[in-house]
């Protein structure tokens, strides 16, 4: 019941943010947070001076650190990089960790926290979801984000822990990895990065313009200028000259590449059954998904040739009940529907128990494709597997 409200007042927030609520009410809690925005917005800049002189420390793990995060909340395809990169990295002979705050992933009993805040009788420890060689914990435990890396990339470190200094002093002697890539890293200044890589999503480059809480930018955009490299994730293809010169404004030497979430098959949540593309051609489907930017998911599979007759759209990360989704099987039940879709990422949050129904239960399986910059990625790749003697003198800068 508290998820299900926490949900509820989730997706409220975001109407009201997105101006999707009307109204003097609504109105009014706008310009509350637009002042609140002005206070975070002193935060943000007073805490990376503050980095900046040195009166706050990173520190080092003793190996090369590439931070992949973004400016706003949510919704830029961070994992698909993130697995692309890895996998890249790995087969160059790379030994490599993901290490990851595991967001939304299921706290340990009361009692063991209550001992290690106030007792001392056990300390906390960093999550191994996968140890280079196999999967260790679900998605409860480690998060969907984590998990679903783990699972798809079968031979990569997966660690999860809020800090992530210690995560990656445990990497290296654990598991004697020498590459960490930080996910979801630019706001992580603890730990002490020699690649940063900002994602922004071309179709809300920048969210509404307007920090948190009264936006979805963590940062003012002109933070940009810390990245050694920039993708623009979910481009279709088109022009981006306009937002490539705005970008440009903030940062003048960053590598830009231009990609996209290409689909490659669907896949049978419960079965492992892989079908094609072409499968989705004129099916009417229900789509059900728990992301932050559920509408481009939506317009993807309409662009395959789904035809979606029913839409159900929860909050980020939300783990779905047997109940709901057994509501939304019953649901397209009744309008005669050929197949519910969901997301790969949303899939680990699904009940274990398939529903009692015909219809299948499909998520799409997506990867990364550069439309633009390939030479840029491969630059990125070539510095990082480069022998330390002759790694650009940009990667080697503390």
Known sequence: MASRQLDEFEQFAIEVILERRKGKRAALLRSVLWV??????????????????RILSSKSPGCLVISIGNLTVG????????????????????????????????????????????????????RVVH????????????GDEPYMLARSLQNVVVLVDKDRVRAALEAVRWFRCDTMLLDDGMQYASLRRRVEICLIDCQAPFGNEYLLPRGTL???PENLRRANYIF?????????????????????TAGILECTHKALHLKNLYTGEELPLEWLQGKH?????????????????????AILNLTARFADHHRFSEK???????????????????????????????????????????????????????????????????????????
């Open 232 to 252: 623009i994730t979910k481009s279709d293809g088109g022009d981006n000259a306009l937002l490539v010169e705005r970008i440009r404004s903030y940062n003048a």
């Open 324 to 398: 709901e989704l057994g509501d939304f099987v019953s649901r397209c039940i009744r309008r005669d529907l050929d197949a519910i879709i969901t997301t790969e990422k949303d899939s680990v949050r699904f009940p274990h128990k398939a529903p009692e129904s015909d219809i299948p239960t499909l998520f799409l399986r997506v990867e990364i494709e550069i439309l633009r910059g390939q030479e840029v990625w491969d630059d990125l790749v070539g510095r990082i597997c480069s022998p330390p003697e002759i790694l650009a003198p940009e990667l080697l800068l503390a």
């Open 36 to 53: 609140l925005s002005g206070v975070f917005r002193k935060v943000v800049l007073l805490r990376l001076w503050l980095y900046k002189l």
């Open 75 to 126: 919704g830029t395809g961070k994992t698909p990089v993130v697995e692309k990169l890895a996998r890249t990295l790995q087969d160059a002979g790379r030994r490599v960790a993901i290490l990851s705050r595991g967001y939304k992933a299921k706290k340990p009993p009361l009692l063991r926290r209550l001992q290690r805040k106030w007792l001392g009788l056990e300390q906390r420890k960093t």
């Open 285 to 305: 489907v229900g789509c059900i998904s728990g992301i932050a930017r559920p509408e481009s998911f939506e317009e993807k599979l309409s662009g395959l040739g």
């Open 218 to 220: 963590r940062e003012p």
């Open 131 to 142: 140890n280079g060689e196999k999967l260790l914990l679900d998605s409860r435990f480690a």
